[in-house]
Nanobody
């Protein structure tokens, strides 16, 4: 069992930056693929970024070159660095973890499938 706790959300102006953290409890953290998803108001939940067990990273087109996902296996932490934020980035952000599988490792799989553990979410609001 893995428990995830996000932090770092808040209110920021257009063009600003935020750094989201996700700390996990449990064991064998390095065996888990990690990802971030978001739920914008009035829209469906969407994929943001993922990092595989080997450290490969993949991003949604909407955040590519602005967001950076990373992981620290010794600290059981996943980080989502968000730069040049836009109003469309306003959402509740969730971190997720799943045991290594084709869903967490392959670049073509950018859905929530395979991620069995989720945090409680943290609100990010980008104001104009």
């Amino acid at each position: 069992q893995v428990q995830l706790v996000e932090s770092g959300g808040g209110l920021v102006q257009i063009g600003g930056s935020l750094r989201l953290s996700c700390v996990a409890s449990g064991r064998a953290y390095s065996r888990y693929g990690l990802a971030w998803f978001r739920h914008p108001p009035g829209k469906e939940r969407e994929f943001v970024a993922k990092i595989t067990t080997s450290g490969d990273t993949y991003y949604a087109d909407s955040v590519k070159d602005r967001f950076t996902i990373s992981r620290d296996n010794e600290k059981f932490t996943s980080i989502l660095q968000m730069d040049n934020l836009k109003p469309d980035d306003t959402a509740v952000y969730y971190c997720a973890a799943g045991l290594k599988s084709r869903f967490t490792e392959f670049p073509g799989t950018l859905s929530a499938r395979g991620y069995d553990y989720w945090g409680q979410g943290t609100q990010v609001t980008v104001s104009s």
